[in-house]
């Protein structure tokens, strides 16, 4: 073949239209060979002769997009130092757009076959990288870019959200293409969501165990190529062509005004501890991109419970991460970002270090520090739980309000506190550092964990048909089953049941800050128990479109709760409450008023009782403007929000005329409907509020 010079930069595959630079790093390396593999099987074999900065480049003339390769690189095989280079290997290209194929569980993966002392050749058992081309029809595509005020996230899993979608043509389902239906993009519209946020879309593998028991890697959390979006999740799967569906999702979701977050994956790899496969970077250079043990590189230093964490203080892989992200918001156009186990990516050495090379790198970025950043504030290694400890550019996941809301609304003793807390946008945590509520992402529920329906169906989690003996997940869910454990044809039970489905919807769309909604718990999506569907491809994570009355009347609730949060800026205020006492007569009232039952103000006292269960807040409307469309300042509407965790109704008195002279329910959660006739009550009068239920009331 001919072959040129060509470039060190950028790494990987770059088509020009006439040929393909190729370029990869390793510092480790004697050699590197490129692979290329064609139509018939046959392969030609291209030794990288150049190298600049560790960077082993070549130019290709006449190679062009669906060309597929691998690298074989040599070098040391000297565990005991950290070098596992290993030439039987065929190698993914880190930086590919597009991958074919995907790993099998063949020992040839494994540094040493077991049919035989010497290693054994890969290449039939692996993945292939895929050269693309990069064009892309873009032309007005425009970036919706919601505030943060306004937002309102969807987590969802492009194959569990129309996997069983009626609307969704049968070829269509599970895959980018599907998710960018019109009956899907209508769903999403119509519920009121601003912003999707998929589960992991980076190429990733099959977990070989996972494989053995019939199970798959359904979550994606086991990356291995952070430039290419999984190809199994494409309807056209030929060569490359997983990026242009990919694209051209993301462009309809856009013009239906959709902002589209990425969970990304940056903490580990698919490829395990030292005993797992050899697919790509433990071959090229595992000691400069793998965390090894200290005192002991043969073994690596795991603080993410996968067998391996990307060395994030080494620049080669700090520049990995930058460059993948700059690439899915240059060249994909995605809005943001949510990292999961994100503490991992702030450890220099051992200690969470929010100001590490990263976020210093992120800070400064003119893309990435453009876009919306999420983190997963917590790790598995010592200190890894740092919620509240991200720097200002960065919004986190607030574990501390899902385990706050499911402690009140379950009749917890001394859960008021820290549910008023985190209600009012967890200041506690953020505002130290002047961020605003916009830091704290709250949710309930979310892929993780219990369905929102599950929450108030079990006590225990159901995990059997993981094929752990009942062993994975979380032990401690703080859910409550309502009396009855899984299905039940308890009348009572069940509407319980669906009133604490109202609750936690209520709840997280009243709180300050931005919430999230797990995909189908608008529709009471049920996993049956499990608390940790990872490996369920299948009906037990999809979700299940065929809906009965009362998850007919869920999603409706649902619609009215979040259009009444986006009508009203006081719900979701862009700072956060000063409160105060109630002012002497003819002051203005604080943005915030807590009260009793008996509607006198709340005193330290009253926080501090272990069977306080019951409490009214004031959000002020008059202390808040928002710029109508010709930039004027506008006051928003007053509300009172009454919450009853108890097992007995509670008799509230509305305050005085201060507050407000006639009130109006906007929400009354027990009611089957949730939205009641708009009764009017007057001040200081009585008003009855159902047990475990909540009343919204705005002031006439």
Request: glycine share 8%; charged share 25%; hydrophobic share 30%.
């Given at each position: 073949m001919r072959t040129w010079i060509g470039h060190p930069f950028p790494l990987g595959p770059t088509y020009d239209g006439e040929g393909t630079n190729f370029a990869l790093f390793s510092e480790v390396a004697d050699r590197v060979d490129i692979v290329l593999v064609h139509e018939d099987g046959t392969h030609d074999s291209v030794s990288l002769t150049e190298v600049d900065g560790f960077v082993w480049h070549c130019y290709l003339p006449g190679v062009g997009p669906g060309q597929r390769y691998g690298?074989?690189?040599?070098?040391?095989?000297?565990?005991?130092?950290?070098?596992?280079?290993?030439?039987?290997?065929?190698?993914?290209?880190?930086?590919?757009?597009?991958?074919e194929g995907q790993v099998d569980n063949d020992p040839a993966l494994y540094e040493r076959a077991a049919r035989g002392p010497e290693p054994a050749d890969s290449a039939a058992h692996t993945m292939l990288s895929v050269v693309t081309d990069p064009s892309f029809p873009w032309e007005g595509d425009v970036l919706p870019r919601r505030p943060y005020a306004q937002t309102v996230i969807y987590e969802a899993h492009v194959r569990?959200?129309?996997?069983?979608?009626?609307?969704?043509?049968?070829?269509?389902?599970?895959?980018?293409?599907?998710?960018?239906?019109?009956?899907?993009?209508?769903?999403?519209?119509?519920?009121?969501?601003t912003a999707v946020e998929l589960m992991p879309v980076h190429q990733y593998v099959q977990d070989g165990f996972l494989r053995d028991r019939g199970l798959s890697n359904y979550w994606g959390y086991a990356s291995i190529g952070f430039f290419a979006p999984h190809n199994a999740y494409a309807a056209h799967r030929s060569r490359g062509e997983q990026v242009t569906e990919f694209k051209s999702m993301v462009k309809k979701l856009h013009t239906a005004g959709l902002e589209v977050i990425l969970d990304v994956v940056y903490n580990h790899t698919a490829e395990g501890n030292e005993n797992g496969p050899t697919l790509a970077f433990r071959g090229i250079d595992n000691a400069s991109y793998y965390r090894q043990a200290e005192g002991d590189p043969a073994h690596y230093f795991d603080t993410t419970g996968t067998g391996n964490s990307l060395l994030m203080r080494h620049p080669n892989v700090l520049q990995l991460v930058m460059d993948s992200l700059r690439h899915w918001v240059t060249e994909m156009h995605v809005d943001g970002f949510r990292f999961d186990l994100a503490a991992t990516l702030a450890r220099?050495?051992?200690?969470?270090?929010?100001?590490?090379?990263?976020?210093?790198?992120?800070?400064?970025?003119?893309?990435?520090?453009?876009v919306k950043l999420i983190a997963e504030p917590w790790d598995v290694g010592e200190g890894g739980y740092q919620v509240g400890n991200f720097p200002p550019l960065w919004s986190e996941w607030n574990g501390k309000y899902r385990d706050a809301v499911r402690d009140f609304w379950r009749g917890e003793d001394n859960s008021l506190a820290e549910f008023a807390s985190r209600l009012?946008?967890?200041?506690?945590?953020?505002?130290?550092?002047?961020?605003?509520?916009?830091?704290?992402?709250?949710?309930?529920?979310?892929?993780?964990?219990?369905?929102?329906?599950?929450?108030?169906?079990?006590?225990?989690?159901?995990n059997?048909?993981?094929?752990?003996?009942?062993?994975?997940?979380?032990?401690?869910?703080?859910?409550?089953?309502c009396g009855a454990e899984g299905p039940t044809a308890d009348e009572g039970v069940l509407e319980l049941r669906a009133r604490q489905q109202r609750n936690f919807l209520a709840t997280l769309l009243l709180s300050q800050g931005i919430p999230m909604i797990a995909h189908g718990d608008e529709v009471g999506r049920t996993q049956l128990g499990n608390n940790n569907a990872y490996c369920q491809d299948s009906e037990v994570s999809w979700v299940d479109w065929d809906l009965d009355e009362d998850r007919r009347a869920l999603l409706d609730f649902t619609q009215r709760a979040i259009a009444l949060r986006a009508a009203h800026p006081v719900l979701r205020r862009r700072r956060f409450f000063r409160g105060g006492t109630a002012a002497e007569e003819g002051r203005p009232l604080p943005d915030l008023v807590w009260l009793r039952p008996d509607a006198h103000e709340m005193t330290r006292q009253d926080w501090q009782?272990?069977?306080a269960h019951a409490i009214g807040v004031f959000l002020n409307g008059d202390a808040i403007t928002e710029p109508d469309a010709c930039g004027r300042p506008v006051a928003d509407s007053s509300f009172l929000l009454l919450l009853n965790s108890y097992r007995e109704p509670i008799v509230f008195r509305l305050p005085d005329l201060a507050y407000g002279e006639r009130w109006t329910t906007r929400i009354d959660t027990s009611d089957p409907r949730g939205f009641s006739d708009e009764t009017e009550h007057k001040a200081e009068s009585d008003i009855a509020v159902g047990a475990h239920s909540l009343l919204l009331l705005s002031r006439c």
């Open positions: 690298y074989r690189v040599h070098g040391p095989w000297d565990p005991a130092a950290g070098h596992r280079c290993n030439p039987a290997k065929l190698l993914l290209d880190p930086y590919a757009k597009a991958f569990g959200l129309t996997r069983r979608h009626p609307g969704v043509p049968a070829e269509l389902r599970g895959t980018y293409a599907g998710l960018a239906t019109e009956p899907v993009i209508d769903h999403l519209l119509s519920l009121g969501v220099q050495i051992h200690d969470v270090d929010r100001l590490s090379a990263f976020f210093d790198l992120v800070q400064q970025d003119p893309v990435v520090g453009r009012t946008g967890s200041s506690d945590l953020y505002q130290h550092d002047r961020r605003r509520p916009r830091a704290s992402v709250n949710f309930v529920t979310a892929h993780d964990g219990f369905t929102l329906r599950d929450l108030v169906s079990y006590d225990h989690k159901h059997e048909a993981n094929g752990e003996g009942n062993r994975d997940g979380e032990n401690t869910n703080r859910s409550w089953n009782r272990s069977d």
